[in-house]
């Protein structure tokens, strides 16, 4: 990519919308106060508090995290957004294609109203150069996953798949906690920034390496992380403390995640557990090269981009080579889904980068397998009262699941709300004796709590795009699938085109997400409860289709789990029961 293409990549969004200034997040309270009723209403709210400056990395850039994840192409194509759905009807789906309204047809009542595809290319031309040739020219965006799908809802997003990964790993190779364990780990960013709050939950210490200051303190304000500390060797002594104490610690230090590891290799500091959650996926906008403060690489960046993409990789084998060399010292290492691995395996020709796992394989799978991942909510009211009593009803509908509870009192203990206030827990397919599903059973009960008016305004039913039966992308989710299904991407198609069909409110297709452009196509949905008997219904269908496309598409794989949770819960599949 030249100089020139960079230079216009940066320059080509201007002054900020003078709507999103007014906005600054979404509107809130009980009545429509935008569009015609409340599932366009919704999507009018959710892009907003996407780029609500409590949400948002850089909402001033509609950048909202993963290094150029973003909500919109440009402030124009904001703006046209937000217009396009104040006017659209009640059977009219409105199209965005890459972050800009590019159509508006009729269809019908049960139809979603928006459908997005976000840097989706085709396959031969489907590279970081071609994409970034089209995104200095204004012809595409990086969608990132919840970015371009206005489904972010800050750290507290990730703040439970990076939990229920510590907890799996606590009891696979500890005495299902980590207390006196420490966790190692770099990126304090909108996604990254869960991981301290996650360690401690689970009663561990983590030092994390963050090149941007303001990022550890935002994570510190927000109550994400415990602690700043102004070098290692202070991070280290408070670290040891704690582990002493066995009591839960976290601790962010201003430095290179690179030069970190490397230091501790030096002064035989081997910690529990190595893993890293920087934006590797991109070399050029998420990662930070080695020798650099972050106003000297982003300086850098501008003036000499190839440059920066090669000392970027440079530092990433470094990193790399360093979590090797921890877990030869007995430190188990794991890979959070940048694609790092990926990156100095392609870049660097490093033939082990795959010696450590990604964290699907090594502990996420089998909850996939039951269709089991993450399910979120935001209350559009922006009242955190309607997501306490959300809260109760998850008690009333799930008591027998301990794991579930304990997550429910940890999350209002501890993880502070975002933009509207919202919440997410892991649910999964299985049914009960009416033959409801987990999500399906819930969404429901969140539609009557509206209907009553329990909970006082609608609320938007989402999930992340890393979920069970929605991604296809061989360095995370379907990292080293059984049956070598690894690429195949017919799978998060399907999972899209089925919820199109059972009526979600939006439908999302994106290419690249939280490992880089043409490593991976991932799918969403949102459905708007509003307490009416068409939401109960599009919930039933949208709740049953979307954690089912987990199950069948790993037992498919020949996973037994999968094939157990289909027999259980009486999914059909087709070759399998005819046999």
Not at 32 to 57: G, H, I
Not at 70 to 95: G, H, K, M, P, Q
Not at 491 to 496: E, G, K, R, S, T
Request: charged share 25%; glycine share 8%; net charge negative.
């Amino acid at each position: 990519m030249s100089k020139e293409q960079a230079k216009t990549r940066d320059e080509r969004f201007g002054e900020p919308s003078e709507q999103w200034k007014e906005y600054q997040g979404s509107p809130t309270g009980t009545d429509l106060t935008e569009c015609q009723s409340w599932r366009q209403e919704a999507a009018f709210r959710m892009l907003n508090n996407n780029l609500d400056p409590e949400v948002a990395e850089r909402p001033e850039d509609l950048v909202v995290y993963g290094g150029t994840g973003r909500a919109a192409r440009s402030w124009d194509a904001y703006d046209a957004i937000l217009d396009e759905l104040r006017n659209l009807d009640d059977d009219e789906t409105l199209l965005v294609q890459s972050g800009k309204p590019v159509g508006k047809f009729p269809t019908h009542e049960r139809a979603p109203r928006v459908l997005i595809a976000n840097s989706n290319l085709v396959g031969h031309w489907d590279n970081w150069e071609h994409f970034h040739e089209l995104e200095a020219e204004g012809k595409i965006m990086y969608g990132q996953m919840t970015a371009g799908s206005w489904a972010y809802i800050g750290t507290q997003g990730i703040i439970q798949g990076t939990y229920e990964t510590l907890a799996e790993l606590a009891r696979q190779h500890y005495d299902s906690d980590l207390q006196s364990k420490l966790v190692v780990t770099g990126g304090l960013g909108g996604m990254s920034g869960a991981q301290p709050l996650a360690v401690t939950m689970n009663h561990g210490v983590c030092i994390a390496a963050e090149v941007q200051p303001d990022r550890i303190e935002r994570r510190v304000e927000t109550d994400y992380l415990m602690d700043y500390a102004d070098s290692l060797d202070e991070a280290l002594a408070n670290a040891k403390d704690a582990l002493e104490a066995g009591e839960p610690y976290s601790v962010g230090v201003e430095m290179n995640v690179a030069d970190m590891l490397e230091e501790l290799l030096a002064r035989d500091e081997i910690p529990d557990i190595v893993t890293d959650q920087t934006s590797a996926h991109d070399e050029l906008e998420g990662y930070y090269p080695s020798g650099y403060t972050a106003a000297e690489a982003d300086e850098l960046r501008d003036e000499d981009p190839e440059t920066y993409v090669e000392e970027s990789l440079d530092t990433m084998e470094r990193h790399v080579q360093a979590i090797l060399d921890l877990q030869d010292e007995g430190a188990i290492a794991f890979e959070y889904g940048n694609n790092i691995r990926g990156q100095v395996k392609n870049h660097r020709g490093m033939d082990n980068a795959f010696d450590f796992p990604g964290f699907v394989p090594a502990y996420i799978r089998p909850m996939f397998c039951r269709g089991r991942g993450p399910f979120r909510w935001a209350a559009l009211s922006g009242d955190p009262e309607d997501i306490y009593r959300t809260d109760e009803a998850i008690r009333e509908l799930f008591p027998e699941n301990e794991s579930l509870m304990r997550w429910i009192d940890l999350a209002q203990e501890q993880v502070s709300f975002q933009g509207l206030p919202s919440r997410v827990c892991w649910l999964g397919y299985e049914t009960d004796e009416e033959g409801i599903t987990e999500r399906a059973r819930f969404a429901l009960k969140i539609n009557e709590l509206v209907a009553s008016g329990e909970v006082s305004a609608p609320v938007v039913v989402t999930r992340d795009h890393l979920d069970a039966g929605s991604v296809a992308s061989p360095n995370r989710e379907t990292e080293a699938m059984q049956d070598g299904t690894d690429a195949v991407a017919d799978w998060p198609i399907l999972n899209a085109l089925v919820n199109t069909a059972s009526g979600a409110d939006i439908v999302s297709v994106h290419d690249g997400g939280g490992v880089g452009i043409g490593n991976s196509l991932h799918s969403n949905n949102h459905v708007v409860l509003d307490g009416s008997e068409l939401a109960a219904k599009k919930a039933r269908a949208v709740f049953t289709t979307d954690p089912g496309m987990g199950v069948i598409r790993h037992a498919d794989a020949g996973y037994d789990d999968a094939l157990d949770e289909a027999t259980k819960s009486n999914v059909h599949i087709p070759m399998r029961d005819d046999e």
